[in-house]
């Protein structure tokens, strides 16, 4: 068999709440085992999560379907059921040796979903390291428990390896990036974040974990590189939702759904490209199963790779991918009753359309809970010590109740920031879009669309429940007593 013939290695990795890469042209983050990867495969610019929190964002990479069919999955800290096929387990049915390390799918419960192990395949974590001093960073050794992984392969088997950094998750320690010699002055700051010191050094540790994310990669790429396997494996570099800011993670907008995405495989994937297409989380399933050979399941969503993999084009190469689909129900409670903020959304080539059903609530759990659906951060604290002050205007952008419609002109308007769907002018395109949209929802069996929406509220939680609804008001009460 030639190499050509063989069955590739599979190595996917995902740095958790990473927006940027430095082969995207951001100057406060160096990533150059990820522009590596882009340079010699293919770098996407139009790659987008179906739903910007880890467990259902994950959810959906493994099961290849849109979060709203995976029942419990759809939301953050819920089950997972055994019922919905997951790639690691088809590949090891195939022969494949699968195996994770880092985080895998989470937070939630697969134990109770009927999974044997964790959905990302057997876990590789026993090795540890000494983070360096002052900083969040994880001390689990990932590429030393690549190599147990690799250690532990047959003669000639191929294997699929799911690298999880918990990195740049928060929390950081503050100065992590200073500290490492980064400076305030590199730093992009988004228009929907004050451009402040203490936001600068925010985004500078973030930046600072994301660069442990891709060193650790780094040295797995070298690995393989010393056994001869690189070139024979299709590696899949990413991340699951956007960065852990304020409008960003969690929310609905641009920022968090378009990801960093670069695929090398040089034994049959021509390199030094850049692809334009829109391309979905759902996609991912279905390629590594057809680049492994096994059969993909119809009931998966997505839509392999492979002709674009397997083109020498850039730019625009499939014809046929110009829509992805996005939404999200329940994350982290802390809402009164601790329902969700369900939400829809479908991005053509230049716009973006979302859907709030429930406009009514408070998108990034309510003020008196903390908003619990952002992260507490530097960034965060600043926000809200202007909103005490009066100044409102990052305060509506990152917490504020949103309208029932929202659209954008994303190659105008890529920071979501002017709404354009009460201007008449946008009417026609806002419900060609709904209706669209609505139809997906439709054919992929959304409750939503049943009328029966309000299950993922029923869905039990399985999260700690410290910033619940319930909590709040247990604790207010308690209080009272003294």
């Not at 050794?141 to 992984?149: H, K, L, M, R, S």
């Not at 929907?192 to 974990?209: H, K, M, N, Q, T």
């Not at 996609?283 to 993999?309: F, K, Y």
């Not at 990052?394 to 029932?404: D, E, I, T, V």
Request: proline content about 6%; some cysteine; hydrophobic content about 35%.
């Amino acid at each position: 068999m030639n190499r050509s013939e063989q069955r590739p290695n599979i190595l996917v990795a995902i740095a958790d709440d990473a927006s940027h890469m430095s082969a995207y042209g951001h100057r406060f983050v160096h990533t150059p085992h990820f522009d590596r990867v882009a340079a010699e495969g293919i770098r996407f610019t139009q790659a987008f999560t179906t739903n910007p929190k880890c467990a259902p964002s994950r959810a959906s990479l493994l099961t290849g379907r849109h979060t709203w069919e995976l029942e419990e999955a759809c939301n953050h800290f819920g089950l997972f059921n055994a019922k919905f096929a997951v790639y690691p387990t088809l590949l090891e049915s195939a022969g494949y040796l699968v195996g994770y390390t880092g985080k895998g799918w989470g937070p939630g419960d697969w134990k109770r979903g009927g999974f044997a192990r964790n959905p990302a395949g057997a876990e590789y974590n026993r090795r540890k390291l000494t983070p360096p001093d002052r900083t969040k960073i994880s001390d689990k050794d990932y590429a030393a428990n690549f190599d147990d992984f690799l250690n532990d392969r047959k003669d000639g088997q191929p294997f699929c390896f799911w690298y999880g950094g918990h990195e740049p998750h928060r929390a950081y320690e503050p100065g992590e990036g200073l500290r490492a010699g980064k400076r305030l002055e590199d730093v992009e700051v988004p228009a929907y974040l004050p451009d402040d010191p203490s936001v600068r050094g925010d985004l500078l540790d973030y930046a600072y974990e994301l660069e442990w994310f891709d060193r650790q990669l780094g040295r797995m790429l070298a690995r393989l590189e010393a056994l001869g396997e690189l070139d024979r494996t299709l590696v899949i570099v990413t991340s699951d939702n956007g960065m852990p800011f304020p409008r960003v993670k969690g929310q609905m907008y641009e920022q968090d759904f378009r990801l960093p995405l670069a695929v090398r495989w040089r034994d049959r994937v021509r390199g030094g490209r850049v692809v334009d297409d829109l391309i979905s989380f759902v996609d991912l399933a279905p390629t590594i199963l057809e680049a492994a050979g096994v059969p993909v399941p119809p009931e998966m969503a997505g839509a392999g790779l492979r002709g674009i993999l397997e083109s020498a084009g850039s730019g625009k190469v499939d014809p046929a991918r110009r829509r992805v689909y996005m939404g999200k129900e329940r994350h982290d409670v802390g809402t009164e009753g601790d329902v969700g903020y369900p939400v829809r959304c479908i991005r053509t080539d230049r716009y973006l359309y979302v859907r709030n059903f429930k406009p009514e609530l408070w998108p990034a759990g309510n003020p008196e809970t903390g908003f619990t659906n952002v992260d507490s951060s530097p960034t965060k604290s600043l926000i809200l010590e202007q909103h005490a002050r009066g100044e409102d205007y990052y305060y509506a952008l990152s917490f504020g109740k949103r309208p029932a419609e929202e659209l954008y002109d994303i190659r105008r308007d890529p920071d979501c920031l002017c709404n354009l769907a009460d201007d008449v002018s946008f009417a026609e395109l806002k419900e060609a879009l709904w209706r669209e949209l609505a139809d997906e929802l439709a054919r992929t069996g959304d409750p939503r669309m049943r009328g029966q929406g309000d299950v993922f509220d029923a869905y039990e939680y399985v999260g700690q429940g410290k910033h619940s609804w319930k909590a709040y008001v247990e604790g207010y009460f308690e209080k009272q007593k003294y």
